[in-house]
């Protein structure tokens, strides 16, 4: 049996969440609550809001109407400060090394928990070989498995993923959702939006719709 290593209560609620962008509701009064242990895949047409409600979670994007939270011990909070946010940019400095990057989201994300060192965590994708090599030495799919590679240096039990698929081959996608299905076992929440499969067992499903 899989040890739980986050908050048995742990639950992510939102209600009515509506996003306006130039007056325009993006998101219109969107509600659903994921428990430890859950995945949640947004699903739904170009342009239905799926990275809209991704960046609202996060908390960068703020929301017109609507509530959210994060509950756990020991108590509610915003789920972005709980949270890993991999969007459609890989969020990575060229210049730096895939360590130095790591080790920068290390610092940034960190908390009580301890996360993998930068070499555990690219070996977990396939990419210990590149460690020391600036990321813009890196091919497009080598760049997204550093970037998602920061997931495990950092402990933290909300995922919120944007297309975590895009530049990865068949291997490296089966690499990803092995690290998904771990962190469900362990009791955490992942929300992705994606187009396509993720290998996870029984996710819930939010269909989001084109705005008229």
């Known amino acids: 049996m899989t040890r739980s290593r986050f908050a048995s209560e742990l639950c992510l609620v ?40 991704l960046r609202t979670l996060a908390g960068l994007l703020q929301p017109a109407s609507g509530r959210m939270c994060l509950t ?5 909070e915003m789920p972005g400060l709980s949270a890993h946010y991999v969007g459609h940019a890989d969020a990575m400095k060229a210049s730096l090394t895939a360590a130095e990057n790591l080790e920068f989201w290390a610092s940034m994300l960190g908390s009580s928990g301890s996360g993998a060192p930068p070499r555990e965590a690219l070996s977990a994708f396939g990419l210990a070989h590149v460690l020391n090599l600036p990321v813009a030495y890196l091919s497009a799919g080598q760049k997204r498995r550093v970037a998602l590679s920061r997931l495990l240096v950092a402990r933290r039990p909300l995922w919120l993923l944007d297309e975590p698929t895009t530049a990865l081959d068949a291997a490296s996608q089966v690499r990803l959702g092995d ?14 939006a994606t187009h396509g499969p993720l290998g996870l067992d029984n996710p819930r499903r939010l269909e989001l719709g084109t705005s008229a």
Not at 179 to 192: F, K, R, S, V
């Open 72 to 76: 756990s011990s020991p108590e509610p």
């Open 179 to 192: 690290l998904m299905q771990a962190h469900l076992d362990e009791g955490g929440i992942i929300i992705a």
């Open 14 to 53: 939102a209600e009515k969440l509506t996003v306006l962008r130039g007056g325009r509701a993006v998101l219109a009064d969107v509600s659903f609550s994921v428990t430890g242990g859950q995945a949640l895949i947004v699903t739904g047409p170009n342009g239905a809001g799926k990275s809209t409600l």
